[in-house]
């Protein structure tokens, strides 16, 4: 199937005389019929549901869809896009490992990486693009465990270079891990261009309509984990499951399936079912809405590159942008509705310019189908240092613009008369 049909058709699959819709499965519990079998669920041998903390038929359903749209051999919902990023670290990382991460990402994946993570022993290398392989390469040891990248980095907007970073990855034998918010795996599947793990926030685009926070991680199944041999986690018994080895008892889903049965079980990151089920809706139409989202965008970039008021403009899909020739390659039907602009006078232009939308709402959020402002160095990337914000791509002068799939002369009208105030 097209992937508009499997945003659809994926996941639940109604039988005969079931309901149409994906149920809300409520329950924090299950019933069963034997104390045998519910033995086999904790120990892995029989599919099925031990507790919600776990898993739950209603999220089990939006996974399967989220994962037959990335193409992956499973998916894990989390209770945000936060803790999504943490799992697919701390999956294969532990205490006196590192693992290298662009430096243009989101400032609370920044914050969670350079803070939270080396509180536990595991530490981040940021790079940039304009860094050499060599100079890359460098900050790779033995106990390098992955890469980590944005497709559409937030809020610098560059696009991430998947072969180049793949390949990077692939030739030390650790896996890349790639957040796929901005794009979704309608604009953009990365497991196509050598990405090994997806991670989401879903409260963005996939929810599509600001509410209900959740995140996610898919897995290609593609990685090799044993030959790596880098690993133990997922190589070597488990004793948490009576020594369960993750990639001989799952093969290809090793990965996917230690998330779950052992940091979700422990850390407790679960999506509510409700939240679940918003999502699968909003998945349903994603498709629809990132296309106008996408037209929508590009027009808008097109008039502030032309606005006196402005003192650029950074959209991968407008021609001459630094970002347009990787847009092309990884993002040819749209690059998202997410825009980065400079208002000429600085930061108390950009926020005077903030303060006289009338349409368009300042909110902390990003991705959702109303459009919205935020100035990313006062609020998103506030506990950065100006050297982080300066890694990260973002101006103090900078404002985030999420173009909504209104009528674009309304948005386009409203910006420009808070361009001219």
Known sequence: MHINTKCLQEGYKAENGQPRVLPIYQSTTYKYDSSEHLGDLFDLKAPGHMYTRISNPTFAAAEDKLAAMEGGVGAMFTSSGQAASMISILNIASAGDNFISLSEIYGGTVNLFAVTLKKMGVEVRFVSPSMTDEEIEAKIDDRTRLVFGETIANPALKVLDFERFAALAHKHNIPLIVDNTFATPILCRPFEFGADIVVHSTT??????????????????????????????????DESYHGVVYTKDFGEAAYITKARVQLLRDMGATPAPMNAFLTNLGMETVHLRMERHSANALAVAKMLKDHPAVSWVSYPGLEGDSEYELAQKYLPDGCSGVISFGVKGGRTAAMKFMDSLKMAAIVVHVADARTCVLHPASTTHRQLTDEQLEGAGVKPEAVRLSVGIEHIDDIIADLKQALEA
């Open 204 to 237: 963005k685009y996939l929810d599509g309509h600001a509410i209900a926070v959740g995140g996610a991680i898919v897995d290609s199944g593609k990685f090799d984990w044993a030959a790596a041999g880098k690993f133990p986690e997922l190589t070597e018994p």
